[in-house]
């Protein structure tokens, strides 16, 4: 009797003190933000054709899920009488929950955009001293995922504030995906796997390859650069807590060997994959890359092991992936303005992975090569993998275990 009164204790002991619902991200989410595109250009419409989009040309099937409003979905002042925040209705003359409703239609899933500060980036109401309002307020709408911004946090405690938010969204009892977007300023990857899904690691992403952009008073990163800052933080993602390196920039202008690199280093990082483009026009190749079902495998795949770079060698980088069931992912990425040329000899190489204890060992197995781009078997790890890789492309490859 003692024991059963003890594990009540417990078991309601734990309930109280959890802030984070169970499971809502055992692999990397994957949707769509209006941000990239569109920043706070957004309406019911745009929305809706995103939706019918999202099923009509196969992104839903591919594992797209959420559609996530970013900045701008609200008036300028929240709700004189009861302190709510107000969707705007000129943008949504329908009112949020009927869009929320019209996603969920499609078999898809709703996220809104707030912040942890007094404003939003773009100067919307903020969520900071209406925590558990706003909570009530999007358990209400009936949303699956929250953005919850940075700016205007001035003297706030990173930690405190998306606690805070945390326990308000767990306290509404409505399941929501909380996505912290404090820009990897206060390493939210020592902390937040207790709040929420996944963290930015870093700040904004633009459609560029190398390096950073001046945007007159702050910079934005170039992908690769979001690379060499995410990568090192492998040992923080795993199931229900994924390093972020923020949206996908596929199909906003870069070359399509860029995108396929983006894409490529995205799913080997095992990171979420926020669509950022305009998919209701994107164009046969854009689609072809955000679709590419064994390439999003490898992002998805149920270990949930962020890969790392393996080896650098002229501009040439060498990336693995250790995935379910003894496979494994190999990205050769081409840093460089010039073709290079590849020849890797699986049976020279101990790819050692002490964070999952996973090995590939080379000499001892031998596994069939398939090429998750071009969809050729490429022979299989007994002989020396030899090819060229065009500037800034990747040649991506899953090892599959005989
Ligand atoms: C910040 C975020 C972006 C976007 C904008 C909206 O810059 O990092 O992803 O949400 O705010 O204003």
Same mark, same amino acid.
């Given at each position: 009797m003692k024991k059963l009164t003890l594990s009540i204790l417990l078991i309601v002991g734990i309930k109280t003190f959890a802030q984070k619902f169970e499971n809502l991200a055992p692999t990397p989410p994957m949707g769509w933000n209006s941000w990239n595109t569109f920043q706070t250009n957004i309406s019911e419409d745009l929305v809706k054709g995103v939706a019918d989009n999202m099923v009509s040309s196969g992104? +839903?099937?591919?594992?797209?899920?959420y559609i996530v409003l970013d900045d701008g979905w609200m008036t300028m002042q929240r !709700?004189?009488?009861?302190?709510?925040?107000?969707?705007?209705? +000129?943008?949504?003359?329908?009112?949020?929950?009927? $869009?929320v409703d019209y996603v969920h239609s499609k078999g898809l899933k709703f996220g809104l955009y707030n912040c942890a500060g007094t404003k939003t980036c773009a100067g919307y109401p903020g969520t900071r001293g209406y925590e558990y309002q706003d909570a009530r307020f999007y358990a209400s709408l009936n949303i699956d995922y929250l953005k919850f911004d940075w700016c205007y946090s001035d003297s706030l405690n990173a930690q405190e504030a998306y606690g805070t938010m945390s326990k308000a969204l767990y306290t509404a009892k409505k399941p929501i995906v909380f996505s912290l977007c404090e820009w990897g300023s206060h390493q939210p990857w020592l902390w937040a796997a207790k709040d929420g899904e996944l963290w930015r690691?870093?700040?904004?992403?633009?459609?560029?390859?190398?390096?950073?952009?001046?945007?007159?008073?702050?910079?934005?990163?170039?992908?690769?650069?979001?690379?060499? $800052?995410?990568?090192?933080?492998?040992?923080?993602?795993?199931?229900?807590?994924?390093?972020d390196p923020d949206m996908l920039e596929v199909g906003n202008g870069m070359s399509e060997a860029e995108d396929r690199t983006h894409f490529s280093l995205w799913c080997m990082m095992a990171s979420p994959l926020i669509a950022g483009n305009d998919i209701r026009k994107m164009s046969a190749a854009t689609k072809a890359t955000l679709t590419n079902k064994d390439v999003i495998a490898v992002d998805q795949d149920a270990l949930g092991v962020q890969g790392w770079r393996y080896a650098t060698k002229d501009s040439?980088?060498?990336?693995?992936?250790?995935?379910?069931?003894?496979?494994?992912?190999?990205?050769?990425?081409?840093?460089?303005?010039?073709?290079?040329?590849?020849?890797?000899?699986?049976?020279?190489?101990?790819?050692?992975? !002490?964070?999952?204890?996973?090995?590939l060992n080379g000499a001892t197995t031998t596994y069939k090569i398939k090429d998750v781009w071009t969809k050729k078997d490429a022979s299989t790890t007994? +002989?020396?993998?030899?090819?060229?890789?065009?500037?800034?492309?990747?040649?991506? $490859?899953?090892?599959? +275990?005989?």
């Open positions: 992104m +839903k099937d591919a594992g797209y899920t !709700d004189e009488k009861t302190g709510d925040l107000v969707p705007d209705p +000129k943008k949504f003359p329908h009112g949020m929950k009927a $869009l690691t870093t700040g904004d992403i633009s459609s560029c390859y190398e390096g950073q952009k001046d945007m007159g008073g702050w910079k934005a990163n170039c992908f690769m650069y979001i690379v060499d $800052l995410n990568e090192p933080l492998r040992k923080y993602a795993g199931p229900n807590c994924w390093n040439l980088e060498t990336w693995f992936k250790p995935l379910s069931n003894g496979d494994w992912a190999v990205c050769f990425v081409n840093r460089s303005a010039q073709s290079q040329k590849i020849n890797f000899d699986w049976k020279n190489e101990n790819v050692n992975d !002490d964070l999952s204890s996973k090995q007994a +002989k020396a993998f030899s090819a060229t890789v065009a500037p800034h492309d990747v040649i991506m $490859l899953r090892l599959i +275990k005989q």
